[in-house]
């Protein structure tokens, strides 16, 4: 059993990253959460000085990228990932506001493997968060 | 009146008179009278010759054989009439011989004192009495010329004598009486036997022994009257004109043949040429043998007693004799019948004959069918002139006589022709009326046309529009007087061809613009261009060229003509609708997004209160932040609609067959799943499948069928209907509830946005549901209409 790696959790809005990661604590998962603020400290953290845990294995367990992102958005980001034969086996959970077709479709030909939507009801939130947790995280296996 | 020229040549009558009358010729044989009569001539004709001709060919030979026939019987005929002619004279002197005062005579005569010891009548008185019989012999027989009674005694003194002379019969009395006794007959008669009777032969009269003229053939007949003792006493003798009986004989000859009477010598009784007759008492004997000395005698010829010998042939002769005796003590006394033909004569007679028969059987034809003919002139003259009007009406006179006929199915004709006249003169007056309007209209037409002329001219130049013609070979371009304005060019430095005006083309545009001129100069093409134009005075324009083809008679184009109009604003504006059609939807993206973040923190950090402060906040706070919490979920779901109305007229149709029901049926599971506790009846018609936009049909069905599940939660159970019904012809779609409905007087606020006719605050909603549908189905080109009344649930009718 190797170490629980982090979550990256890329998210601009404090307010939304503080009630992700509530809704995450909710869940009762046990890894450790990053946090980007914007693409650009995303892709530090995936391919920078920012990058966690040792050289050659994968540095999070699931990367959760709001779309609207300052800098660099969240879509680049993905395409940046894409880019890489690696870091491009960690799951991203695109989070988002947005309810537009465009956003589902350009999200999943960049690789995304799943698009969440953010209700506004924090309730609903924290269950969809909680059955991702669940998901991408126990039941999902993943390459170290 | 009008008169319509239809053109063709002047069926009138014209000026030249030859040419009339041959045309009158050709009219009449060619009429329909004329032709019917002719086939109907001409078919009894040609029967007619044509029987005959059958009939010639195959009864020629049974013609001959009928004459011949016929022959034969005519002189068994004559012969049998000249037999019974002499039988009853036979007859009459046997009477006459026996008659009473012939007795009364004699035994008066027998008497002494000349007195009948019988009844005591007197010789004379007998004598008178029989001369009252001779008397009324003479009356009745009109051939008996004297009849006597004639003694024995006293030198065949004449007893008792009546004759007729000029036409009276006269009787002879007293010295008038003679003595025939010296006379042949009397004294060849003296041997006469009681029951013989003697016949004379037939010889003319002579009176005082001259031959009477004109010739008078007579016959003698002669019975002897005998005396109680057996000895002849007298004689009874009838003298008879033979004129009437050779007449009959010679009339009963046929055309063809000729009658013969010949007495045992040889002589000619009757004989074609009167003047042969009789030649043996005028001094020149004519003899049969004279006349045919190639054929057999008379005697010879009529071999037989009394019957007819069938007919001979000898040389080209046919003949039909009879021996006629005259006396039958005497075999040898008789004469002959002779009925002589030639057969060239009889073959000519039967051709004849058909020939005539033919001949009258034509004449008969031709006079039928004359009678046809003008029966059929008769009655086609109406039609004739029926014809004439037709003809007279074709050149445009309607004022024609038409003919009254009682023929019914002309007179039908007439009528319908009388119709039609009538109808021709409507429809003439009617035409006459409408060329009147047509031409008025035309003149209006010319009027608006001028109008409409000087208006496109102050028009094109009030838009702004040039006028342009290019020569499709040359490239040469006309200009008209506004282009330069367009343009933003003085009027000499317009491009006065096609390079030229490539020049002031934009570059970007030009290779474009160079190909479309080129396919509309050698390709057939419309010219229709949208381009730049680089000036130096009027900066950056663009130009709308459009150009028209002009042809000549054969399809070739001749010239390129349109206009060219400065789109410039327009484009610019375009332009300005795109930007901001941009911003609406970078606006839209950034509603959906960013709008909803502080709605989520709202929600997410009031329920982290409630959450985390739970044993600090009392009641009354709880419920605020509830509100809060709740209000900023309901903004959530009314920005989420507002985006979905403003995506409605984004998003593009495109139709397919889509199965209502099945859509109809995952949006009541879906509704279901949310609010699993409420009892509602669903009620789905099979099958309702319309061709139509999927997506914006699940919009329509989505909120339609969401409006009646949520405004009959108040019911339970709830109905929801789902169908179609027709009307007029048309099917439509019906969603139905039996919830709490709607004020009719406000259902013209329904489709408008954020309108909500609730204020029922348990009943959520945005407004924007029914805009959405009514915008969806605007978009599809459908209807939409709504029915309900407040408590008793709501209708919505729509088509997709």
């Not at chain 1, 009762?28 to 990053?34: E, M, P």
Request: glycine share 8%.
């Amino acid at each position: 059993m190797t170490a629980i790696k982090p979550i990256l959790l890329v998210e601009d809005n404090d307010d939304d990253e503080v009630l992700c990661l509530r809704a995450l604590k909710t869940a009762n998962l046990k890894n450790d959460i990053v946090i980007a603020r914007d693409g650009a400290e995303a892709i530090d953290m995936l391919f920078g000085a920012g990058r966690p845990g040792p050289p050659g294995g994968l540095p999070f367990a699931l990367i959760l990228l709001d779309l609207g992102l300052p800098k660099i958005s969240g879509l680049d980001v993905l395409k940046r990932i894409q880019e890489d034969d690696v870091i491009r086996r960690i799951p991203v959970v695109v989070m988002t506001s947005s309810n537009l077709d465009e956003d589902k479709i350009t999200s999943y030909d960049l690789g995304a493997n799943s698009f969440v939507r953010k209700p506004v009801a924090f309730g609903e939130f924290s269950e969809k968060v909680a059955h991702l947790g669940l998901y991408w995280l126990l039941i999902n296996e993943m390459p170290d | 009146m009008a008169r319509t020229d239809i053109g063709g040549p002047d069926t009138g009558p014209g000026p030249g008179v030859t040419r009339s009358v041959l045309s009158h010729f050709r009219a009449r044989i060619s009429s329909l009278g004329f032709r019917a009569a002719s086939a109907f001539v001409g078919a009894i004709l040609i029967v007619t010759l044509g029987v005959a001709a059958l009939e010639f060919r195959n009864q020629r030979d049974s013609y001959l054989e009928d004459v011949l026939e016929s022959e034969r019987l005519r002189a068994e005929s004559a012969g049998r009439d000249f037999e019974r002619w002499l039988d009853h004279m036979r007859r009459d002197v046997t009477i006459l011989s026996e008659t009473p005062p012939i007795a009364g005579i004699l035994r008066a005569s027998a008497s002494p004192d000349g007195v009948d010891s019988r009844d005591q009548t007197d010789l004379e008185t007998w004598k008178l009495r029989l001369q009252h019989i001779f008397t009324a012999f003479l009356k009745t027989d009109p051939d008996y010329a004297q009849l006597r009674f004639i003694g024995v005694a006293d030198d065949g003194l004449e007893l008792v004598r009546a004759e007729v002379r000029d036409g009276l019969i006269v009787t002879v009395e007293g010295e008038d009486l003679q003595q025939k006794g010296r006379r042949d007959y009397f004294l060849d008669g003296l041997d006469i036997r009681p029951d013989e009777i003697d016949l004379s032969k037939i010889t003319l009269n002579r009176e005082h022994g001259v031959v009477e003229t004109p010739l008078n053939p007579m016959l003698r007949v002669m019975k002897g009257v005998f005396a109680s003792d057996g000895s002849l006493f007298g004689f009874i003798t009838i003298n008879a004109r033979a004129e009437r009986i050779i007449g009959a004989l010679r009339a009963a000859a046929s055309s063809s043949s000729r009658a013969y009477l010949v007495n045992d010598d040889g002589d000619f009784l009757l004989h074609p040429d009167p003047a042969k007759t009789f030649g043996f008492d005028l001094g020149q004997r004519f003899t049969w043998r004279q006349d045919f000395p190639d054929l057999p005698d008379a005697a010879t010829l009529s071999v037989g007693d009394g019957v007819a010998r069938d007919r001979q042939e000898v040389g080209d002769h046919y003949l039909t004799a009879r021996r006629i005796p005259l006396s039958r003590s005497d075999p040898g006394a008789a004469v002959h019948l002779i009925y002589e033909m030639r057969q060239a004569d009889v073959r000519a007679w039967g051709t004849a004959r058909i020939s005539r028969v033919t001949l009258v059987t034509s004449l008969i034809a031709i006079a039928l069918g004359t009678l046809v003919m003008v029966y059929l002139k008769r009655l086609m003259r109406p039609l004739k002139r029926l014809s004439e009007s037709a003809a007279a009406i074709g050149n445009g006179d309607l004022d024609v006589l038409l003919p009254d006929t009682r023929v019914q199915e002309l007179a039908t004709l007439v009528a319908a022709f009388r119709q039609m006249v009538a109808d021709i003169r409507a429809r003439d007056l009617a035409l006459e009326k409408s060329n009147a309007e047509i031409r008025q209209l035309n003149e209006e037409l010319r009027e608006r046309l001028e109008a409409s002329d000087q208006r496109a001219a102050l028009a094109t130049e009030a838009v702004g529009i040039a006028l342009w013609d290019v020569e499709p070979q040359s490239g040469r371009i006309q200009w008209d007087d506004l282009s330069p304005s367009i343009f933003g060019l003085a009027a000499a430095g317009m491009p006065g061809d096609v390079d030229g005006l490539l020049e002031f083309i934009h570059p970007d545009d030009r290779a474009n613009v160079a190909a479309l001129i080129e396919a509309a100069r050698y390709e057939g093409q419309e010219f229709a261009a949208v381009f730049r134009i680089v000036q130096s005075d009027a900066g950056l324009r663009y130009l709308d060229a459009r150009a028209g083809r002009v042809t000549d008679g054969q399809g070739k184009l001749t010239l390129l003509r349109g206009v060219v109009i400065d789109v410039t604003s327009e484009r610019q504006t375009a332009l300005e609708y795109r930007v901001l059609n941009e911003e609406l939807s970078s606006f839209a993206y950034a509603v959906s997004h960013d709008l909803r973040a502080p709605l989520r923190s709202m929600n997410g950090f009031a329920e982290a209160l409630t959450d985390e402060y739970a044993d600090t906040l009392d009641d009354v706070a709880k419920g605020y932040i509830t509100r809060i919490a709740n209000a900023a979920v309901r903004m959530g779901v009314l920005i989420d609609d507002i985006l979905a109305l403003t995506r409605i007229s984004k998003t593009e149709i495109t139709r397919q067959t889509v199965d209502l029901s099945r859509i109809a049926a995952e949006v009541v599971d879906e509704l279901r799943s949310g609010e699993p506790g409420r009892n509602v009846t669903v009620e789905i018609m099979s099958d309702l499948t319309v061709i139509t936009d999927p997506g914006m049909a699940r919009i329509v069905l989505w909120n339609l069928l969401g409006n009646a599940w949520k405004y009959s939660s108040e019911e339970s159970p709830a109905e929801i209907v789902f169908d179609r019904v027709m009307h007029q012809g048309r099917s439509i779609l019906r969603v139905r509830d039996n919830g709490i409905g709607f004020d009719m007087a406000y259902a013209d606020k329904l489709y408008r946005p954020f309108q909500r006719l609730h204020s029922d605050q348990r009943i959520q909603g945005t407004g924007i549901g029914l805009a959405t549908v009514s915008r969806a189905i605007g978009r599809l080109g459908g209807r939409i209409a709504a029915e309900s009344e407040v408590g008793r649930g709501a209708t919505f009718y729509f088509t997709l």
